[in-house]
């Protein structure tokens, strides 16, 4: 069935280092994609997303690709700050368009100062 | 803020008993989907309400339950409860098909529910 994949945490970074999740989802079709975070205490927040191949994703200094040959829309950052520690959360909108997304487990990223 | 609110924020049950968690969606958003968080995982989708009738359904068992209200606003019911249960409760809430991007949702701070 559809999926994401991410890679699994923790992630520890000093602050301002390059940051990248991966993630991977399979479907049929072209899916929407999408991160969110989720700090600590709270809710999950929409960080940026993508709706079509080649799209380009980017808010906060954040910023992640759809790749469709790949399968893949990694989380980049270039340089993390130590209020970006939270929990980063990969999905995909159902094919066909149906608005279920699919969550990946979730990454945790910890930054020191 | 997402302007989606969700009470009890906290809540304690033994196994057996029934709880009900409610979710008040955004303004203009007619769609409203539950999440079930264990700890340290990602969301599961429960279901979701779109006007009023459920659209879409998970991995999860009848004692699962849900309404939606003429004002978009929602109830999770959980029936028999079990230790398994005991996880954070998401509400989010969309526009569905009436405008935004599939699968944009935006996520109340959710109901953490401990069963003991």
């Known amino acids: 069935g559809d999926s994401v994949t991410q890679m699994e945490g923790p992630v520890t970074l000093s602050e301002e280092a390059f940051l990248t999740i991966n993630c991977t989802y399979t479907a049929t079709g072209y899916p929407s994609l999408f991160w969110y975070v989720q700090y600590p205490g709270e809710g999950l927040q929409l960080l940026l997303k993508a709706t079509k191949a080649d799209d380009k994703g980017s808010n906060k200094g954040f910023e992640a690709t759809y790749r469709k040959e790949t399968t893949s829309f990694h989380l980049e950052k270039g340089s993390v700050q130590v209020s970006d520690s939270a929990v980063y959360f990969c999905?995909?909108?159902?094919?066909?368009?149906?608005?279920?997304?699919?969550f990946g487990r979730g990454t945790s990223l910890i930054v020191h100062p | 803020e997402t302007g989606v609110t969700q009470s009890p924020t906290h809540l304690i049950k033994t196994r057996g008993q029934q709880v009900t968690l409610r979710c008040s969606s955004q303004s203009g958003h007619n769609t409203v989907s539950w999440y079930q968080q264990a700890l340290g995982q990602g969301p599961q989708f429960i279901f979701q309400?779109?006007?009023?009738?459920?659209?879409g359904r998970g991995n999860f068992p009848p004692r699962f339950s849900g309404l939606q209200f003429p004002n978009y606003s929602s109830e999770l019911n959980v029936n028999a409860l079990e230790l398994d249960d005991s996880a954070l409760y998401l509400c989010a809430s969309s526009r569905g098909t009436s405008g935004g991007a599939p699968g944009e949702l935006f996520f109340g701070e959710g109901s953490r529910l401990t069963v003991l």
């Open positions: 309400y779109y006007r009023e009738e459920e659209n």
């Open positions: 999905a995909r909108g159902q094919s066909g368009g149906s608005y279920i997304p699919t």
